[in-house]
């Protein structure tokens, strides 16, 4: 079955202060209840005193869970956000790595600074509501996706978003739930302009695929950047979760152009400090 979500939007009453929507209807689809999702690593381990590194290891923990359940991040609908004193020096860190996982369809939202939470060590907490797929939890069904038929992305519906970008590159989404009503996939062009250094990232726990469409870079990839390879035209490369890497463009005067494809309905981007490749 089709979902209808809709967007209530109320012009009437106070402005929003962020992306969020005041109301959504749904129509369709199942409802999928997910408990308060913590920042903690698959060891149990959590960063002690850091409420950014928790909050980006509590929104990738929650994709995680909406996927099992068989749904994308756009499927959630609600959110109800909790968060500790340190919230306030680093709201801005806070925003942005949401902004990643919900770039656009925004769920309705709920945020609260607590005096407390059942570990001292906790300093972010998310819980959700998605209304995901018919089709049992974990299927992928992905029959929404694909019962309309081909979906041509043109060009000019690439979407540019500054919050997913990284120093040096310059990233197209394409093929996405938000252009194409994509569920498990997101397709980007990529360009890196002459001369250029991209900044180190790493994509989280999704796996990506590149082909290389122009110029020459060199890609570097470990915890420091300590290895190091060139590619041009024609090369396809493998991009395994959490590895962290960075391009450089070979070139003064072209740029360094390729497609990637990654399983994930977000471009699932996360910038890193590292020193500068080699």
Do not use: C
């Not at 689809?29 to 149990?44: K, N, Q, V």
């Not at 749904?71 to 959630?76: C, L, N």
Request: no cysteine.
């Amino acid at each position: 079955m089709t979902i209808d979500r809709r967007t209530i939007e109320v012009p009437s009453i106070y402005p929003m202060t962020w992306q969020y929507s005041p109301a959504i209807s749904v129509r369709g689809g199942r409802t999928l209840y997910i408990s308060g999702i913590i920042g903690a690593r698959p060891d149990g381990s959590i960063p002690v005193g850091d409420i950014a590194a928790q909050a980006e290891l509590a929104f990738a923990n929650l994709e995680q869970v909406v996927r099992a359940g068989g749904g994308v991040m756009r499927d959630i609908v609600k959110v109800n956000v909790y968060v500790g004193e340190e919230y306030v020096a680093r709201a801005a860190e806070l925003r942005t790595i949401r902004q990643r996982y919900f770039p656009s369809d925004f769920p309705t939202s709920t945020l609260v600074r607590v005096a407390g939470f059942a570990n001292p060590d906790y300093l972010f907490e998310i819980e959700a509501i998605a209304v995901v797929p018919d089709g049992p939890a974990g299927s992928g069904d992905e029959s929404d996706a694909t019962t309309a038929g081909l979906v041509i992305v043109a060009p000019s519906d690439r979407i540019i978003n500054a919050a997913e970008q990284t120093r040096g590159m310059i990233r197209e989404s394409g093929v996405t739930p938000e252009t194409a009503g994509a569920r498990q996939l997101w397709t980007g062009y990529v360009t890196t302009p002459p001369g250029m250094v991209s900044g180190a990232h790493h994509h989280g726990d999704a796996e990506s695929s590149i082909f290389v469409i122009s110029g020459q870079a060199r890609f570097t990839w470990g915890d420091r950047l300590e290895h190091g390879r060139d590619t041009g035209p024609g090369d396809f490369i493998y991009v395994p979760p959490r590895v962290i890497h960075a391009e450089r463009n070979l070139s003064d005067t072209e740029p360094f152009v390729f497609v990637v494809a990654r399983n994930s309905g977000t471009m699932t981007t996360v910038n890193v400090e590292v020193g500068d490749p080699a």
